[in-house]
């Protein structure tokens, strides 16, 4: 505890718990605060002067304070339970903040029975006031009394400055900058006063306020984050001004690069997202994506800014050029740009044309119905009508020479007439171009059956007509005209169909066998446009599966004298070539085999 005699001969000066500053006089003052020591969050040195910062975010100035030593003025803490003096020996240095905080000493300041009396009956928020009412609060001085915002004795405080920029940004709540060393400037200051700047409660250092009353002053190193700049004036004679306080933030990192999630043709026939690489025929598509919140998106188009949007508070965002996008080439790529002005990279290009011209009209060969050709441009998409309804019944694409053909599946009448337009890959239509149907009437010639050919062992090989066979499958060969429909008929019955090579031969085997008994085989041709021809000469066969009856040995006659006539079964004969007769089927080939048996001979 120290004694009340540390107070005497100083002048006490009253400062309520609103107060701000306060300039000390030339002699050795009190500062009575009405506020307990636990309530200070800081004490900071500016200069020569005392700063304590409170836990509820406001600070007092004490101007001068330091300027006659450590000793030379008190702060003194008027508390409902006594008063505490803070005695600074030792405390003050060079580095940070200026004070060194657990280096500041408390000592409760022991207290007379009537000092102790009325310090129990006031509050903590008179206690100022009321100490010094009640005589100088036992220091037997004088008393200057101080309210929120003014200074002591006869001096008045000069005018608090203006902050007017922060990293060349007009000063005010939402100030962000990528600068993390940023220049603040202001103006107002008495020409050539000592402007003390602050950040965040630290002091940062003093610059001179040049004649006109301007001034700027360099912040370094300051963190990524919200900040508080304070700005106060000395004029001449030691009076400083109220503070003058700006919030701004340092943002040194650049956002993601957005993502262009899509891009979007609304232009009609072909609508709907454009793939990277294809084409469009809409000239001022419509690109969305996602980005940082509140994000400016710039899109590029080869390189060269097309427009701005701003990412909404889900990161958000849609853009369509407002200038149309010329025919050719694009490459679109779009970056985003923070609050700070920090600038993403950049995504990933996507590449599309503009193609708003439409094709020329393909071109139609003359045709007979079978096959539609022509010439479109290369890539395009042919629409054939081939009804005349005003509604495409095929569509072919054009190679890249630009040649197409279409093949009907039923080859088209004649005088129909067919329209056909080409849409190229970005969706332009071409007019319309047409051909009419010259269908051919020459029927094809007649085909030939050439031969046809037993497959079926033991007798092999080409078939006289009229004549037999084993194979109930033979197959049949001839010629026609080229590329037609063969057709083969037993009589009135159609067996299968085949077609005739680029050289007009044809071969045809019947898939299901033919019936024992006669056949009589024709063919017919058919050419593309569905003209049939007459029908072949006739080839008749008779198909004879059946295995015939055993045959008959009627009689074997030796016709070798002197003994001649029929030779009884198991009897001898000298005729060694004897003559045999007997019955079998009509017209079969009768072979005959024999075992030559060696008798034994009597002796």
Do not use: C
């Amino acid at each position: 505890m120290v004694s009340p005699s540390v107070l005497s001969n100083h002048t006490d000066i009253p400062v309520t718990s609103t107060t701000t500053f306060v300039t000390a006089p030339n002699g050795p003052a009190n500062f009575l605060v009405a506020a307990h020591k636990d309530d200070v969050a800081n004490y900071a040195r500016s200069g020569n002067d005392l700063v304590v910062e409170f836990k509820d975010g406001h600070a007092l100035r004490l101007q001068g304070f330091f300027a006659n030593g450590t000793d030379f003025h008190n702060l003194v803490f008027q508390q409902e339970d006594g008063r505490m003096l803070a005695v600074f020996d030792g405390a003050l240095t060079a580095e940070g903040d200026g004070i060194v905080d657990s280096a500041v000493t408390l000592e409760a300041i022991t207290e007379s029975s009537s000092t102790a009396t009325l310090l129990g009956i006031l509050g903590a928020v008179g206690l100022g006031a009321g100490v010094a009412a009640a005589g100088g609060g036992g220091g037997g001085g004088s008393t200057a009394a101080v309210g929120a915002g003014t200074g002591s004795g006869s001096l008045s405080p000069p005018a608090s400055v203006s902050v007017d920029s922060v990293d060349g940004r007009t000063a005010g709540s939402g100030v962000v900058t990528t600068n993390a060393s940023p220049a603040v400037t202001g103006s107002g200051a008495v020409p050539n006063a000592q402007v003390t700047v602050s950040v965040d409660g630290q002091s940062a250092g003093t610059v001179t306020a040049d004649a006109n009353g301007n001034w700027s002053y360099a912040l370094t190193s300051l963190s990524d984050g919200s900040h508080q700049v304070t700005a106060i004036q000395t004029d001449s004679s030691g009076t400083s001004s109220a503070p003058t306080a700006v919030a701004f933030t340092v943002d040194t990192v650049a956002p993601a690069s957005p993502v262009v999630a899509s891009v979007t043709d609304d232009v009609d026939p072909v609508t709907g997202a454009i793939v990277s690489g294809s084409s469009t025929n809409d000239a001022t598509p419509t690109l969305a994506g996602t980005a940082e919140a509140g994000s400016t998106i710039t899109v590029y188009d080869n390189g060269t800014a097309i427009g701005t949007t701003t990412a909404d508070a889900s990161g958000n965002w849609t853009f369509t050029p407002a200038t149309a996008l010329a025919d050719g080439s694009h490459s679109i790529t779009v970056t985003a740009t923070d609050a700070a002005g920090n600038v993403s990279t950049a995504t990933s290009a996507i590449t599309l044309t503009v193609d708003t011209a439409a094709p020329t009209a393909p071109t139609l060969n003359p045709s007979d119905g079978t096959t539609l050709s022509g010439t479109a441009e290369a890539g395009s998409t042919v629409s054939l009508d081939l009804n005349g309804d005003g509604t495409p019944d095929a569509t072919v694409t054009a190679d890249g020479s630009g040649n197409w053909t279409y093949t009907p599946t039923t080859p088209l009448t004649n005088g129909t007439v067919v329209s056909a337009t080409a849409t190229d890959p970005a969706g332009n239509v071409s007019p319309a171009a047409t051909v009419t149907v010259a269908a051919t009437s020459t029927t094809p010639a007649a085909p030939v059956i050439s031969t046809v050919t037993d497959d079926v062992a033991p007798v092999t090989g080409d078939i006289t007509a009229g004549g037999s066979t084993n194979d109930a499958t033979p197959t049949l060969t001839g010629t026609a005209d080229p590329n037609s429909t063969i057709s083969i008929f037993d009589g009135t019955t159609l067996l299968g169909t085949t077609t005739a090579d680029a050289s007009g031969n044809w071969t045809f085997a019947p898939t299901t066998a033919l019936t024992d008994g006669g056949h009589s085989l024709t063919a017919t041709a058919t050419d593309a446009a569905g003209n049939v021809s007459a029908a072949s000469s006739a080839f008749t066969l008779t198909v004879d599966t059946a295995t015939p009856a055993t045959p008959v040995i009627s009689t074997v006659t030796d016709n070798v004298a002197p003994v001649t006539g029929d030779i009884t079964a198991g009897g001898s004969t000298n005729d060694a070539m004897p003559v045999l007769t007997g019955t079998a089927e009509a017209n079969s080939t009768i072979t005959v085999s024999y075992t030559h048996l060696t008798l034994p001979t009597k002796a």
